[in-house]
């Protein structure tokens, strides 16, 4: 899956979650990505933060170090 649109999916979470305080919006972000996204998705947005995480909310850095 191409990085643009697992960016794109990525940032949309965090904009749904960015309402909530900064510790449960990351929670809720880790979350939602172990629970519906496929096993190549959560390699690939983690590939992406990894290599510096170019164009991705704030939140979704942080959210994606917390999936193990």
């Known amino acids: 899956m191409h990085s643009d649109r697992l960016i794109r999916m990525a ?3 965090a904009a749904y979650f960015s309402a909530y305080p900064h510790d449960e919006a990351v929670a809720g972000i880790s ?3 172990k629970l519906f996204w496929e096993p190549r998705m ?3 947005i ?3 933060v990894a290599h510096g ?3 991705l909310h704030d ?3 942080e959210a994606v170090r917390r999936l193990s």
């Open 42 to 44: 959560l390699v690939g």
């Open 11 to 13: 940032n949309q979470i």
């Open 46 to 48: 983690k590939d992406h």
């Open 59 to 61: 939140l979704v850095p």
């Open 53 to 55: 995480g170019a164009g």
């Open 31 to 33: 979350d939602h990505l």
